[in-house]
């Protein structure tokens, strides 16, 4: 199986911060990664397919990047919405894997 | 706005078992494949198993294989996904997710609320 690592775990930032998060495929994916957000209580929701397309409906601010086996979510302007935590999937092989979660709070 | 609506968890004994269900409502097209994937409270995301778009290709984790089985009716845009032999580490929050694709990427959108199974005795 393709394990997926994700860094940091956790991250505290603030209304306005420039955030990046990091995944790290245990072999070459191509392209084939997703980025979900998910808040407490909810269903997980796509925000970036096949490494940086935007899913419609979700702000400019998000930015997927990457490629082969490392790959970036970087969220330009951070806003109150956006706390969460946010999961990596790579979808190049079966089965598919998440990565660990990385938990935005509030600074 | 497609939209997808899971139902059926609960509490079981170890050893027992449950079926849960996915409803898709507005979806434009019949041939999309769905996926099933869990969430034990508080921790990550396990992808769980899946079928295609015709309904005759599967697939499944490790961890269930031989113990869950995953079918659809097209005919009323329903999933199912049975679960057997449950064990305590199968207790988690399912979900279940239709599989978007594009040029041979693909992706989960949208997801359901998730249903709750907890096997415990």
């Known amino acids: 199986d393709i394990q997926m690592t994700q860094s940091p775990s956790s991250l505290s930032a603030s209304v306005g911060d420039r955030v990046t998060i990091t995944c790290r495929a245990s072999?070459?994916?191509?392209?084939?990664l997703n980025w979900y957000q998910q808040k407490p209580g909810r269903a997980p929701k796509v925000l970036i397919y096949?490494?940086?397309n935007l899913q419609s409906g979700v702000p400019s601010r998000f930015r997927g990047s990457g490629s082969g086996t490392d790959f970036t979510l970087t969220i330009s302007s951070l806003q109150p919405e956006d706390f969460a935590t946010y999961f990596c999937?790579?979808?190049?092989?079966?089965?598919?894997?998440f990565g660990p979660g990385t938990k935005v709070d509030i600074k | 706005e497609v939209q997808v609506l899971e139902s059926g968890g609960g509490l079981v004994q170890p050893g027992g078992s449950l079926r849960l269900s996915c409803a898709v409502s507005?979806?434009?097209?019949?041939?999309?494949?769905l996926t099933w994937v869990r969430q034990v409270p508080g921790k990550g995301l396990e992808w769980v198993s899946d079928?295609?778009?015709?309904?005759?290709?599967?697939h499944y984790a490790d961890s269930v294989t031989g113990r869950f089985t995953v079918s659809r009716d097209s005919s009323i845009d329903m999933f199912y996904l049975q679960l057997n032999s449950l064990r305590a580490e199968d207790t988690a929050v399912y979900y279940c997710?239709?599989?978007?694709?594009?040029?041979?990427?693909?992706?989960?959108?949208?997801w359901g609320q998730g249903t709750l199974v907890t096997v415990s005795s």
């Open positions: 079928i295609g778009g015709s309904g005759g290709s599967t």
């Open positions: 507005g979806a434009t097209s019949g041939i999309y494949g």
């Open positions: 072999q070459r994916i191509s392209s084939y």
């Open positions: 096949a490494a940086s």
């Open positions: 997710a239709i599989v978007a694709d594009y040029n041979s990427f693909n992706w989960f959108d949208p």
């Open positions: 999937q790579q979808s190049f092989g079966t089965p598919s894997t």
